[in-house]
């Protein structure tokens, strides 16, 4: 009797401590997944921002490219520096709006 009875508590010992380390195993799991899921989503919107900021440099590229190859046209010299730097062709007048009422 005394024999079956340590048998019992034994493999109860023994069954208890399993369901315990993988109780633990589990949620150690869990967390892990739940690290890299967070990780994953960070990762995501950090690659659609840089595939947004990659369109806007490719269309800047174009206009540069487009910029460059008509360096020697000289309505666009032209407009050029009438766009960037505010210089007027003789004959013309700049006219400058202010926003303040």
Request: net charge positive.
């Amino acid at each position: 009797m005394w024999d079956s009875l340590l048998k019992l508590v034994f493999v109860n010992k023994r069954l208890l401590s399993t369901v315990f380390f993988l109780s633990i195993s589990y949620l150690v799991y869990s967390q892990s997944i739940e690290k890299k899921v967070q990780l994953l989503g960070e990762l995501q919107l950090k690659k659609e921002r840089l595939l947004s900021e990659k369109v806007l440099l490719i269309e800047k590229q174009k206009e540069l490219a487009m910029e460059l190859a008509s360096s020697h046209d000289p309505a666009w010299i032209e407009l050029s520096l009438m766009r960037r730097l505010g210089v007027v062709p003789e004959g013309q007048v700049k006219v400058h709006f202010s926003s303040d009422p």
